[in-house]
């Protein structure tokens, strides 16, 4: 290695610095790294060139000051608290969706998580766009493999729906709504989308890919979506640490994941349903089988939507596309 190249930063250090909240000698942290000062050196002139603010202090060390505004590896890293911790981070890519589907055929291992600071072509569900701008929202997607029946698939989405409301609500301390199957609301506006894909062959799922769109610091909305969709930054009055939303985003996730796969949706219904916006509303839904409208009753244990059309007449809906006939009722 040439003698003026930077050594890429050990991620530990942010760790260690972090968690010390105050300076931390050089000595010892070329102890724990097994180097010399010298040597920490460098990586602390590597990590500051990666735009995390690193104090010096005479005799006491150095201090970690701030974390730039990116989600990479490196800023992930001290975190995440989980086992999924393979960030593929991208300042800019067509979708993280097509990248997960990319890395999953490569075998990559459940728990991948493609991420990106900016999409290109973002998806949404049914054929739609997903707005994505540079810098201020999440847009990731977690590669799975899931040892379940094709039909239950959906409820996977249904999962991630609930681990974002709460990630939501740990962050906002608002009171985040599920619009079924897996939007998720703030004030009646739209401020995250999941879209799930799978691959499978005769019936044996290959892959999943979770797609989660949050909207947290941006402002401003495309004409369109102006008055139907809101972010974390509008709803609080000011800016969210995404790197901390998407490491509570993940550890939510990957335990509601792990107790899906051991029991099924079932336990977690209930909780899913404390967080439903259209309970009791009237709705009318947009199924594959055509157009079904009721009262909402709430979820069966598989995930289906119920509905009563009246006179004691309950119907299942397992998928679709829902607009509320008499509004959300505050
Ligand atoms: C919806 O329509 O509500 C689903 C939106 C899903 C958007 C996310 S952003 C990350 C991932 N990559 C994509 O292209 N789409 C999903």
């Known amino acids: 290695m040439p003698r003026t190249q930077r050594p890429v930063p050990d991620p530990r250090l942010v760790g260690w610095l972090r968690e010390a909240g105050r300076p931390v000698s050089g000595e010892e942290l070329a102890s724990r790294l097994g180097c010399s000062r010298a040597a920490v050196w460098k990586h602390i002139a590597a990590l500051r060139a990666q735009g995390f603010a690193i104090g010096a202090h005479h005799a006491r060390g150095y201090s970690l000051d701030g974390t730039p505004d990116r989600l990479d590896a490196m800023t992930l890293a001290p975190l995440l608290r989980g086992r999924w911790r393979e960030i593929d981070w991208h300042e800019r890519i067509d979708s993280t969706q097509r990248r997960a589907r990319e890395l999953g055929r490569a075998g990559a291992d459940e728990g991948a998580v493609v991420v990106a600071e900016a999409q290109t072509a973002g998806r949404g569900r049914l054929g739609r766009s997903w707005h994505s701008p540079a810098g201020l929202n999440l847009y990731c997607s977690i590669l799975l493999r ?37 939007d998720v609301l703030l004030e009646g506006r739209k401020t995250a989308g999941i879209l799930t894909e799978l691959e499978a062959e005769e019936e044996r799922v290959q892959l999943v890919i979770a797609g989660i769109g949050v909207n947290l610091n941006v402002e401003a909305f495309p004409e369109e979506l102006a008055d139907k969709a809101t972010s974390l930054r ?69 995930g289906a939507l119920r509905l009563d059309r009246g006179a004691g007449d309950v119907v299942r809906v397992v998928a679709g596309e829902v607009s509320v006939v008499d509004g959300y009722g505050g």
């Open 234 to 302: 509008l709803a609080v009055g000011h800016p969210v640490d995404r790197g901390a939303f998407l490491a509570g985003l993940l550890a939510a996730f990957e335990a509601r994941y792990e107790r899906f796969l051991a029991s099924g949706f079932a336990p977690m219904r209930a909780e899913w349903e404390s967080y439903a916006a259209l309970t009791g509303r009237t709705v009318r839904v947009a199924a594959p089988q055509g157009e079904v409208a009721g009262r909402v009753l709430g979820l069966d244990d598989d």
């Open 146 to 182: 899931p040892s379940v029946a094709l039909a239950d698939v959906p409820q996977i989405a249904l999962v991630a729906g609930l681990a974002v409301a709460e990630a939501v609500e740990v962050t906002t301390g608002l009171g985040p709504r599920l619009k079924w199957p897996n």
